[in-house]
Every structure is written in structure tokens, then in C-alpha cells.
């Protein structure tokens, strides 16, 4: 099973970024996907989810409005679109798999996680 997360990069602030997290050895339809995110010296803390039925989204209040999660399940692939971001959106963003989650934000019901993407916002 690999997860792998991607589309990070350096952008200025009010710019868009959109990551893909790409789903490999599993049956993707069943899995909820998450996406979190680390800051230096933060904790890693939750950003978006997307439930494996019904596609019932989720998102922390620091990106309710600018981010937005959608999955293709025919890719095994799920989006996080990042619009109007800010310096504070900087971190390592990680997309996590959880098997029929309910579209937890604790990162310790996730089963499976990818590495980081890194993005970068300059004001």
C-alpha cells in the first residue's frame, strides 16, 4: 500500500496550489482520505477529509472557505485545491487513508500515510 502526495511548491501569497494524493495497493473506494499538515515546530494538526461514501467533506476552520477536497475514484486520487493562501498555509502536507472512516480529524484513526508535500507561501 503507498500513498503518495504531490503538486507542493513555492507560491506567493493569494496565490492557488492544488496537491494530489495518489492511492496505490488498496481498494480506494472504501478508504476516507485526509489531509494534514506540519508546520517547524508545530504539531501536526488536521486540514481536510473526504468521506469514502457519500462524499461528506470536512475541513479545519483555518481553510474553511479556501481549501476544497474532492476525490476521483476512477484515478484512485484525491485533490486538496488551495486557494487565496496565506504564509501561515506553509507547512508539509500529508494525505492519510483511513478504511470506511467516518471522516475523523484524529490523525491516529488513519491507517495509512504518505510523505510530505511541501508548500510554500511567500507574503
Known amino acids: 500500500v503507498q500513498l503518495q502526495a504531490s503538486g507542493g511548491g513555492l507560491v506567493q501569497a493569494g496565490g492557488s496550489l492544488r496537491l494530489s494524493c495518489a492511492a496505490y495497493g488498496l481498494t480506494f473506494n472504501r478508504y476516507t482520505v485526509g489531509w494534514f499538515r506540519q508546520s517547524p515546530g508545530k504539531e501536526r494538526e488536521f486540514v481536510a477529509s473526504?468521506?469514502?461514501?457519500?462524499?461528506?467533506?470536512a475541513y479545519a476552520d483555518s481553510v474553511k472557505g479556501r481549501f476544497t477536497i474532492y476525490r476521483d475514484n476512477a484515478k484512485d486520487t484525491v485533490y486538496l485545491q488551495m486557494n487565496s493562501l496565506k504564509p501561515e498555509d506553509t507547512a508539509f502536507y500529508y494525505c492519510?487513508?483511513?478504511?470506511?472512516?467516518?471522516?475523523?480529524?484524529?490523525?491516529?484513526?488513519?491507517?495509512?500515510w504518505g510523505q510530505g508535500t511541501l508548500v510554500t507561501v511567500s507574503s
Open positions: 492519510a487513508a483511513d478504511f470506511l472512516g467516518g471522516g475523523v480529524t484524529t490523525q491516529m484513526e488513519y491507517d495509512y
Open positions: 473526504i468521506v469514502w461514501i457519500g462524499g461528506f467533506t
